[in-house]
């Protein structure tokens, strides 16, 4: 079976991801969703959350550690195929362990994002399997990325 895990910070980021998840969970894909808080709209048994990370929070780098541990220990436990993702930071070390574990990687970059990449985007872009813009004006920023429309 097909494992995919979707993961993403809060906010507008979650928002899509929720739209990615109601489009695969009829479909015969184990799913792992992964995001900051645990208030969530969706209810799945493999939901797992990261604490929040705030780069302007004294205990930043605390946080981003324990994060950084949690998420090997998430795709040690999981071993998915594929992790999709619509950002933002907090996803980077759950992406990464990802990679090595010799998952797809599958980015979103920020609806918001009209006119400038996002800093995760720059540093997914280096690795991911496939990257997505939902603005065709963000092709100049990520020349091989995909333009298929917005999720919204």
């Known amino acids: ?12 980021h979650w928002t899509q991801l929720s739209i990615l998840f109601n489009e695969l969970q009829n479909t015969k894909t184990e799913l ?5 808080k645990n208030k969530s709209n969706i209810l799945n048994d493999n939901l797992l959350f990261l604490h929040q ?5 004294k205990y930043f780098l605390a946080i981003f550690i324990l994060n950084i541990i949690k998420s090997l220990y998430y795709v040690i436990k999981f071993r998915p195929n594929y992790v999709i993702s619509t950002g933002a930071g907090v996803v980077i070390p759950y992406l990464v362990f990802s990679k090595i574990f010799g998952a797809k990687i599958i980015f979103i970059e920020s609806y918001a994002k ?5 800093m995760t985007g720059k540093i997914v872009y280096k690795f991911a399997d496939e990257f997505f813009v939902q603005w065709p004006d963000m092709l100049k920023f990520y020349p091989k990325a995909y333009y298929k429309g917005s999720l919204y």
Do not use: C
């Open 53 to 57: 990370q705030d780069r302007k929070n």
């Open 1 to 12: 079976m097909r494992k995919i895990a979707l993961i993403s910070s809060t906010g507008g």
């Open 114 to 118: 009209i006119n400038s990449p996002t």
């Open 32 to 36: 792992q969703i992964v995001t900051e």
